[in-house]
């Protein structure tokens, strides 16, 4: 039982080391590109709100990056602290693929990021653009090599086993483009746009609030409630198409979110309830006859399988899933919600003017990345019992380290990132908190920040360079 | 067979690299103990403050590097070294932010608790890299490609000894360090700490490499026994060679003699290090042709490897060229 056991707080220390990455690097994916497209219009346009705004999320994006990297540290060594089995037998197709990952991000920092965050006033306007251009290109090279590794775990091809039960990879081009890999793809990266379209937006409510009139929070808000209006709706889209493409290669995961244990003609949609796993049914459950056949079939008759056609030891936890998913697709319907909200506003000209609308914005600050941890929750617990989905059991990829020593690191993580990305996280409060200003300043000289990483230009201003 | 070797010696470097790199800026933590005056301390965090990023970095590429290329050893090593491990990212993470955090802090009362997470921090994450070492030395038991021994089976007298030899070591780097960017009372007190830190790491020096023949009777027979000796007697010759150029280096004041001294040393010891284990990367039973990925994993990453690494590097280099010169209070580097 105590192996058991172990499993499990290796798992949630698994969760909870990457659930704190991970919404470090959604946010620098989101930002870089928010970014890009700022000096774009500046410099498509001249105007100084532009640059005002550009410069102000700068400061934010320093920071975010900088506790992106600490955290990254740790992620390099989960694998082998407590999934060693699962790194001698997979680390040959994952590890080169998460190893091309840091190579991009240590590419990207020693190359482009100095100069974008310092080199604007030293640098030409268009070799600054590029090198803007270049970091949210690279953040998005990166989240491509994980997206890769972590897509091919879903849905494994391209490689051989040894009889010792070793992945040997046979064919790079499957491995790489498997055949979740592109949905999951699309569906994080337009999710990281979401997450920080809300975070700016609401950032802009709260400034709007205090002052009407100004430009910088004005075109903020503006430009997140379009994001809402347009990027929200391709996102329940791409949802859709992703569900598919895991119904067809994870049948059990959808099984799992939909809370459907038995196959019949005319699938329901269950809306609410609690999957029993002991029981195998739904307590208390909410459904909507035939909508489930035609989400995930579109046919009035189509069935999906029930949860009871696969083993009982090859299900995923249901209860987890189900309730997951629910936090993800409410929370994408409520920013579609809002866009629209918005768009009817804006056409009656009081976008600006709406006081209820700059309450809502503020308080789905978080509902981006509310909605992208869940929707990793769905996709990751889906998988169980499984690491690499078919092939190797969770149970069989785990460390030969006993619960103590998990569960005593665990409490180490659990404490020392508490302290750490909680100061981290209050630095960045500070930061949005005050209002942007015209002629915003960059970031402040004199305080080393991480992320300067280790570009030359910052040593421009002493007059060193040669 | 070539491809695992020319692995095997990008690993080796890469984390060589971070030795030599983080070890100096770690260092210039674990100083924080006996320099305690705040205009010293900020010149001695912005000397390291352009580099110390990229320094750090090297140890995701050997980690990284390891479990790509190496799975078995990757697989093994860490839930061996386990609290050691978790330790030293735990302190990592502490010191990274400490860095940063103690130019934003507030009040004296924040920047004093930051100073010392740093301080506390960059000693601990020495300190383990020691016992990672020396755990890694003196064996790991394995079974069916999976560890197979107990909780503390890594904490003896030997690895406890290699971490304070660490310590002392990257103490000793940090000090070189400041003695070529700094100037001033600090520079001087950091000579004479220089002399003290040197005694007592070549003192950790001998310890340590006399000891490690004793683990095994494989060390024994390379380093002593003939004709290995022709190819190892040269390392303790050049370690003492390099102790009298950093004693007149030292003496006549020079800058940047000593650091380059100190590197030196550290160089030497992983040669050491080397010739100890080639060809086994988990003593006493993992050679490297053991550990190796399959040779379609190899080659797969190198291509970036070739491209990614020499421009990193070349990057690197050019960062320091840009940041030489001595640094003054008062004095930021952007």
Known sequence: MSGADAVLVARAQFAFTIGF?????????????????????????????????????????????????????????????????????????????????????????????????????????????????????????????ILAANSWMQTPQGYTLTPDGRFVPADWWQIIFNPSFPYRLVHMVIACYLSVAFVVGAVGAYHLRRDAQSQAARLMFSMAMWMALVVAPIQVLAGDQHGLNTLRYQPAKVAALEGDWDTRPGTPLILFGMPNMEEERTDWAVEVPHLGALVLTHSWDGSIKGLKDFPPQDRPPSPVVFWAFRVMVGLGFLMAAVGLWAAYLRMGGRLYASRWLQRVALAMAPSGFIALLSGWTVTEVGRQPFTVYGVLRTADSVSPVGLPGVAGSLAGFVVVYLIVFGAGFLFLLRVVRRPPTVGESGLPPGVPIRSAGITPIVALDDGRMP | ??????????????????????????????????????????????????????????????????????????????????????????????????????????????????????????????????????????????????????????????????????????????????????????????????????????????????????????????????????????????????????????????????????????????????????????????????????????????????????????????????????????MHYH
Request: hydrophobic letters at 55%; aromatic letters at 14%; one cysteine or more.
């Open chain 2, 1 to 330: 067979m070539i491809l695992t070797l020319i692995w095997a010696c990008v690993i080796a470097f890469a984390v060589l690299a971070y030795v030599l790199l983080d070890g100096f800026d770690l260092g210039v933590g674990i100083l924080f103990a006996v320099e305690r005056h705040g205009e010293d301390r900020d010149v001695m965090v912005n000397s390291v403050a352009p580099v110390w990023d990229g320094n750090e970095t090297w140890l995701v590429l050997g980690g990284g590097g390891l479990l790509a290329m190496f799975p078995l050893a990757y697989s093994v090593i860490l839930p061996a070294l386990y609290p050691a491990i978790i330790a030293m990212l735990l302190a990592l993470v502490f010191r990274g932010v400490s860095f940063e955090f103690r130019f934003r802090a507030v009040t004296t009362r924040g920047r004093t608790w930051w100073d010392g997470a740093f301080v506390c921090g960059s000693t601990l994450a020495a300190f383990c890299q020691g016992l990672v070492l020396g755990g890694l030395l003196q064996g790991i038991h394995v079974e069916d490609r999976v560890y197979a021994g107990g909780w503390w089976d890594w904490l003896t007298g030997f690895t406890v000894l290699c971490g304070v030899a660490v310590v002392f070591g990257y103490a000793l780097q940090g000090t070189c360090w400041l003695i070529w960017r700094t100037e001033g009372a600090l520079q001087q007190r950091c000579r004479r700490h220089a002399l003290v830190l040197a005694v007592v790491t070549l003192g950790f020096i001998v310890v340590v490499s006399l000891w490690t023949p004793m683990l095994n009777p494989v060390f024994m027979q390379r380093w002593f026994g003939w004709p290995g000796i022709l190819l190892t007697s040269p390392v303790p010759i050049l370690v003492a060679l390099v102790g009298w150029v950093f004693w007149r280096g030292l003496s006549l004041r020079h800058d940047l003699t000593p650091f380059l001294c100190a590197q030196a040393w550290f160089v030497l010891c992983y040669a050491g290090l080397g010739i100890s284990l080639w060809p086994l990367i988990v003593p006493p039973g993992i050679t490297i042709w053991d550990a190796a990925a399959p040779p379609s994993s190899q080659a797969f990453l190198l291509v970036g490897a070739v491209v990614l690494i020499p421009t990193i590097l070349a990057y690197t280099g050019y960062a320091y060229w840009v940041f030489r010169g001595k640094v003054r209070p008062g």
């Open chain 1, 21 to 145: 990455h991970i919404v470090l690097p959604a946010f620098t994916i989101g930002l870089a590109s928010y970014l890009a497209v700022l000096e774009a219009l500046w410099l498509a346009t001249g105007r100084q709100v532009y640059l005002d705004v550009f410069q102000y999320w700068l400061k934010a994006f320093a920071i975010v990056f900088a506790m992106g990297v600490v955290s990254g540290v740790v992620m390099a060594y989960q694998f082998g602290t407590n999934w060693a089995r699962f790194s001698d037998k997979a680390g040959a197709v994952v590890g080169p693929l998460m190893g091309y990952e840091v190579l991009t991000a240590f590419f990207l920092e020693a190359g482009f990021l100095g100069i974008m965050l310092f080199g604007r006033e030293r640098v030409g306007r268009m070799v600054h653009f590029a090198a803007t251009m270049l970091v949210a290109i690279g953040t998005l090279i990166s989240a491509t090599w």
